[in-house]
């Protein structure tokens, strides 16, 4: 008799689980929450933003001298999507590549008036107008879109350090004797720097010029942002 009792007993309590609990779990598989449990692993659900490239602020506003001695500003590029980055002409390490890289950019997108590239010397003493115009010859360059810029050397080194934090500096001691980075910005239509998140969905920042994948990565990265 005791134990028909437990019996009993203990299918009221499973159906009145089930009465409470089946349909909230029917809830969460329609809606596609069945991980989102309070204490399991607090798991974020991915929406169709986490595809999106992530803005990081307005890119700092610019104006300075092109191959050609014309002035060109940030403001050349408005409506434009654009990669830039801080190089010498007569660097002997990271420059070349990043030159080859860069005419691979410029090769993918020639003939697209909504792309440009911003090649930035942190030699401008050397780096003349008329010598940034023979590099550009010597690299191949096609694209009305490139622009070569010089100017003031604080003010460009304080564009690259202090605007995009982009590492720039003189040292005797080094091949060059400049040290630079070998990254490049990417710029959307309206001026912001823009990028994609890394495995760990951490914003990237910028991407790597000296590395294949990095360019890869910015060439697919363009595309979406000239589609917007």
């Not at 009305?144 to 934090?165: C, E, P, Q, R, V």
């Not at 309206?190 to 969905?201: A, H, K, L, S």
Request: aromatic content about 12%; glycine content about 8%.
């Amino acid at each position: 008799m005791f134990k028909n009792k437990a019996y009993i007993g203990i299918s009221f309590i499973i159906l009145i689980f089930g009465i409470y609990a089946v349909p909230k779990i029917v809830e969460r598989i329609k809606n596609d929450k069945v991980v989102q449990g309070q204490r399991l692993d607090r798991v974020v659900p991915k929406t169709a933003d986490d595809d999106k490239l992530i803005k990081i602020g307005p890119a700092p506003k610019f104006e300075l001298i092109n191959q050609d001695n014309q002035k060109v500003t940030n403001e050349t590029y408005k409506g434009k999507v654009y990669v830039l980055e801080f190089f010498f002409t007569t660097c002997p390490t990271i420059c070349p590549k990043m030159n080859e890289s860069m005419l691979l950019i410029e090769k993918k997108f020639f003939g697209n008036p909504n792309f440009g590239i911003v090649s930035i010397t942190i030699d401008p003493e050397h780096d003349t107008a008329a010598v940034l115009k023979a590099h550009s010859k010597l690299l191949g360059v096609t694209s009305s879109n490139w622009n070569f810029l010089t100017g003031d050397k604080a003010y460009i080194f304080d564009l690259a350090n202090k605007g995009f934090n982009l590492y720039a500096g003189e040292n005797k001691k080094v091949a060059g004797g400049f040290e630079h980075s070998g990254l490049f910005a990417l710029i959307d239509k309206d001026g912001n720097i823009r990028c994609r998140y890394d495995e760990f969905g951490n914003p990237i920042l910028y991407y790597d010029g000296l590395d294949k994948k990095g360019v890869r990565n910015i060439q697919q990265d363009i595309n979406i942002l000239l589609e917007e």
